[in-house]
């Protein structure tokens, strides 16, 4: 997925996501669509962007989300209006998006996706900009505050240990390592994608957390960083997993354009080089766990231009 890098994103209807992208890619392929349309400087007028319109901490269609004000940001400095395309983040997310050409209007649909991981397929990515990392969370004054680390649960007083229960989402690493930890039997386990609009991996933290439904909350670090502020009157403790705790908890994040625009992906790059401490500032504005990069993501554009 464009958003494999964000192991947990708002669950979608499976079906009517996939007649919406095959609207969409009819749309766009017409029989000019397989032509090649270099765009030099996309944002010459407009810094236009590719995002969800319903998926906080990241981005929605009123510019709430930390996406939003990273994109604010880059409009102000290259001087331009930040223009949206809106789209679930699910499949044929990039291709309906980044890559709809709009013929009557003679461009590309977005230009930019403030997000992307790893496995980015559609497009060119930049340098990773953050890394961050699952976490869990729980409510302080409930037998947990010893828990300044993960490994902390293991050590709990085993009657304390075997009343808990623990929210996870199956399948998730941060899943598997409360598995291998022994606490398979205090598992209240959530599935990633349900296809209901009701399902928000949010709700773990601000209901079901919150209604004391659950103990601990294992979840993706922006989610339990974000929504932990919003619940009130409860003093909800984050704690990040690093690498201590395993090799797979964190995860990259870069910005992503077409392919066969070099030098607006060059553009972007010096855009996150020389506004990098504000762009940290707005995620810790939302309570986004933030890990060191790695030595390897500062190679990847290298390894990419040879």
């Known amino acids: 997925m464009i958003f494999n890098m964000h192991p947990i994103r708002r669950a979608r209807p499976a079906l009517a996501l996939m007649a919406g992208a095959t609207a969409l890619w009819f749309a766009a392929a017409g029989p000019a669509a397989g032509a090649d349309r270099r765009v030099e400087n996309p944002a010459s007028e407009a810094l236009r962007v590719c995002a969800d319109p319903s998926n906080m901490p990241f981005s929605n269609d009123k510019r709430e989300g930390f996406e939003n004000k990273i994109a604010a940001l880059f409009g102000e400095k290259l001087g331009v209006p930040v223009e949206y395309t809106w789209m679930p983040e699910q499949m044929g997310f990039g291709r309906n998006t980044l890559k709809r050409w709009l013929p009557e209007e003679n461009r590309y649909a977005c230009d930019l996706i403030i997000s992307v991981g790893s496995g980015f397929e559609v497009g060119k990515s930049t340098l990773p900009y953050y890394r961050s990392t699952y976490a869990l969370a729980y409510i ?5 505050d010893a828990v300044e680390r ?13 009343d808990l229960r623990i929210g996870v ?3 998730s690493p941060a899943g598997d390592w409360v598995i291998q930890n022994g ?3 205090q598992i209240v386990s959530y599935r990633a994608q349900s296809g209901g609009y009701d399902v928000d991996p949010a709700d773990m933290v601000t209901k079901d957390l919150a209604d004391g439904d659950i103990d601990v909350a ?7 960083g974000y929504y932990s502020r919003q619940v009130d009157n409860e003093n909800i403790k984050v704690v990040p997993f690093s690498r201590e705790d395993g090799p797979m908890f964190d995860f990259p994040v870069s910005m992503g354009v077409r392919y066969g625009n070099d030098a607006w992906l060059h553009t972007v790059q010096g855009l996150i080089d020389d506004n990098r ?3 940290l500032a707005i995620l810790e504005d939302y309570g986004v766990p933030i890990v060191p990069l790695r030595e390897e993501d500062r190679q990847v554009q290298e390894d990419d231009d040879d």
């Open 140 to 144: 302080k004054g409930h037998d947990l």
């Open 150 to 162: 993960p490994e902390d649960l293991t050590t709990l007083p085993d009657d304390t240990k075997r």
């Open 169 to 171: 989402f199956t399948g």
């Open 183 to 185: 606490f398979i039997g």
């Open 218 to 224: 294992v979840v993706w670090g922006p989610i339990a």
């Open 277 to 279: 401490d504000e762009i």
